[in-house]
């Protein structure tokens, strides 16, 4: 059985073949397996349908992508806003507060 499925292919000359993809991969991306909820696809298919095509795994990606940039976005203001009120002590409810014994009077 697997010779005549090798005679098949006898006239081609794979000598200098190499294995792997055909197409190279973008660079910067790599390819993963990963393990999603059924919900989580069918909203990203859903939008794909309702705009009338494209991949949802770029939109997967993207939302990845968003959620990173507002996240570091959101961790730079933290950091700016505690080394503006820095001068003014810890925050109300910190540890250095919390642990720090108050007169009793």
């Known amino acids: 059985m697997k010779r005549v499925v090798a005679e098949r292919y006898r006239e081609f000359d794979f000598s200098r073949a190499k ?3 055909v197409i190279k991969p973008e660079p910067g991306k790599t390819k993963i ?3 999603l909820d059924n919900a ?6 859903d939008l794909v ?3 009338g095509g494209g991949n949802y ?3 997967i990606n993207d939302a990845l992508l968003e959620h990173i940039q507002r ?5 730079a203001v933290r950091q700016v806003v505690r080394e503006a ?7 109300r409810g ?9 007169p009793r009077g």
């Open 33 to 35: 397996s990963i393990r």
């Open 49 to 51: 349908d309702k705009a």
């Open 85 to 91: 009120l820095a001068p003014y002590g810890p925050a």
């Open 71 to 75: 996240r570091s976005t959101l961790d």
């Open 57 to 59: 795994q770029t939109l």
């Open 19 to 21: 294995r792997g993809p």
């Open 40 to 45: 989580v696809l069918e909203h990203f298919k």
């Open 94 to 102: 910190s540890k250095a507060t919390r642990s720090r014994k108050r």
